[in-house]
């Protein structure tokens, strides 16, 4: 697929076409992201269901937690 966008010379001479190339590359780099993001969503809504999951996370987190206070040198 190509995708052609019609912009004005005197807008990419002004901005710099590396600057634009590369602020474009970014923005569909952003746009994949937000798709794995979505992709990676519905798996684990088909994995755990709602109530699961926060225990999940809930489990995580008191994990991390309980490591993060051994490091700790409290009294």
Do not use: C, N
């Not at 970014?26 to 699961?52: A, C, H, R």
């Amino acid at each position: 697929m190509k995708l052609t966008i019609e912009v004005p010379d005197e807008e990419i001479y002004e901005l710099g076409k590396e600057t634009f190339k590369k602020k474009i590359e970014e923005y569909l780099q952003f746009l994949k992201l937000e798709k794995d993001i979505k992709e990676l969503s519905k798996e684990i809504k088909q994995v755990f269901s709602e109530e699961e999951y926060w225990q999940e996370v809930e489990k995580s987190r008191q994990e991390a937690w309980h490591e993060y206070k051994k490091g700790l040198e409290l009294e």
